[in-house]
């Protein structure tokens, strides 16, 4: 197990300045209450403090703590939030997912799947494959196709009719409607390898195999 040998340091730190906030908070109570208790008792019976003036006082030190204490919720909040979606995110571990990207992996006697989404009707629709110099060296002709998801599977086969090698290879789809032609968002099949957690204020990666990390909130579909 890797253990971080500056785990013990930060505990403390952390610990210590927790306490401080709390002395302070603390102290900053006391000193209100003695503060309005000798201003009450050195006010001018003549003329008494104001009753407003007084409650709008006691009303502005208690916003004060009301907004720390939300702060700390809040920070409470973001941490249970964050847990649980690390829990859930656990369970796409070995499964297929469908992820916004241009880069997609052939196997061995396998398929390279994608997809894309499509605004409205196109009278033709292809995908178009290239080796990693840029080449184009397959073609998937999907023919006319109705708006929503479009899905393609490229077994291989090159343009001279030969076996692509297993490897990466870039993805651009296109709609084409009379003389007008449109590039589609690629979206790309992979299995989920494992996860990496974020910090704060950061996002969950999602190692998929043959093709590394992406950011979580590229996944589109769970299969």
């Known amino acids: 197990m890797d253990i971080n040998p500056y785990s013990g340091i930060q505990g403390i730190s952390t610990s210590s300045s927790n306490n401080t906030d709390e002395d302070r908070t603390e102290l900053g109570q006391d000193a209100f209450l003695d503060l309005m208790t000798t201003q009450l008792t050195n006010q001018d019976p003549f003329e008494p403090m104001d009753n407003g003036e007084f409650l709008s006082q006691i009303a502005q030190f208690g916003t004060v703590n009301g907004v720390n204490e939300l702060l700390d919720s809040f920070e409470n909040l973001a941490t249970s939030l964050q847990s649980s979606q690390a829990l859930q995110a656990s369970n796409l571990i070995g499964r297929h997912v469908l992820v916004d990207s241009d880069q997609g992996y052939l196997p061995q006697d396998g398929f390279l799947y994608g997809a894309a989404e499509l605004d409205g009707s196109a009278e033709n629709v292809a995908a178009s494959i290239y080796d990693n110099t840029g080449a184009l060296v397959g073609q998937v002709d999907l023919g006319r196709q109705s708006s929503g998801q479009i899905q393609f599977g490229w077994d291989g086969t090159t343009l ?18 009379g003389g007008s032609t449109d590039s589609l968002a690629p979206q790309v099949l992979a299995q989920v390898v494992s996860l990496t957690l974020a910090g704060p204020g950061q996002e969950m990666q999602v190692e998929l195999a043959n093709l590394g990390q992406v950011d979580f909130s590229q996944v589109n579909q769970i299969l």
């Open 160 to 177: 001279d009719g030969l076996k692509a090698p297993p490897g990466r290879y870039r993805i651009s789809i296109e709609a084409s409607n």
